[in-house]
């Protein structure tokens, strides 16, 4: 099946986010039972050649990928998605209009631009009625909501059909409502009216959490999609476990 069906069906899912522009941990990583890997071109340093090699990496490993892109824009879902990418998660989604814009800058036929020449196309070797019925069938979207203002448009944002799934961001929704931490009543309260509201709309709700206890309460309250650490943190705590588990001997 792929990512977007699994989406669809609200199967539970775990991916991680990468933060290193590096094809080699794209590599590693989709070698294990993640479901997928985010690449986070919207908080760490990848340029699109990193984009391309990284997504290239998890093609070869079969693992899906989604690219977290530096903003709602076309170019970048261009970018993303023509590298062959199997979709986007796009930071900031705030109106009914910035979904909609996104839904249709992500598929042909709507705003996408269309070009036979890339990986995504298979390199000139798939004709256009293929490239354009693959791409319905496997392009998955995703959208993060993460600011206060958008909790007022969350029917329209939620209501947006070609979406595939919608994420929390839990870090930023925080900064957005003046909380101190992602764990203020508040926040907890906002990101449990997003899942209230995912639930009454059908939609697909995603989330990150640093507190893996939460897990149970958050998917029972519909979240299906988790995507929780990174490859930073799983070379920090690699380290910090390694490091404890030798100097107990000494």
């Not at 109106?95 to 909609?100: L, M």
């Not at 059908?202 to 995507?227: C, N, Q, V, Y």
């Amino acid at each position: 099946m792929t990512l977007k069906s699994r989406l669809r069906n609200q199967e539970p899912l775990v991916g991680t986010f990468l933060k290193t522009p590096s094809a080699m941990i794209c590599e590693v990583l989709g070698r294990s039972d993640l479901d997928l890997v985010c690449i986070d071109a919207e908080h760490s340093p990848f340029d699109r050649k990193d984009v391309n090699d990284c997504v290239l990496a998890l093609n070869h490993v079969g693992k899906p990928s989604l690219i977290r892109i530096p903003a709602n824009r076309p170019e970048h879902i261009l970018n993303a998605l023509d590298c062959g990418a199997t979709g986007i998660l796009v930071p900031h989604v705030i109106t009914g209009d910035d979904a909609h814009a996104l839904a249709a800058n992500a598929h042909f036929g709507s705003g996408r631009g269309y070009a036979g020449s890339t990986r995504a196309a298979g390199y000139g070797a798939r004709k256009m009625a293929d490239h354009k019925a693959k791409s319905a069938e496997t392009t998955t979207v995703v959208a993060q909501i993460e600011d206060a203002e958008a909790l007022n448009n969350l029917d329209d944002i939620l209501s947006t059909e070609t979406i595939d799934a919608f994420f929390i961001g839990r870090a930023d929704l925080s900064v957005s409502l003046g909380a101190e931490s992602p764990n203020e009543p508040q926040v907890i309260e906002a990101v449990e009216m997003i899942c209230r509201k995912g639930k009454e709309a059908g939609a697909t709700i995603g989330m990150f959490t640093a507190d893996l206890s939460e897990l149970p309460k958050w998917r029972a309250a519909g979240a299906s999609l988790f995507l929780l650490g990174s490859d930073h943190g799983f070379m920090l705590s690699g380290a910090s476990n390694l490091t404890l588990a030798v100097r107990s001997h000494f």
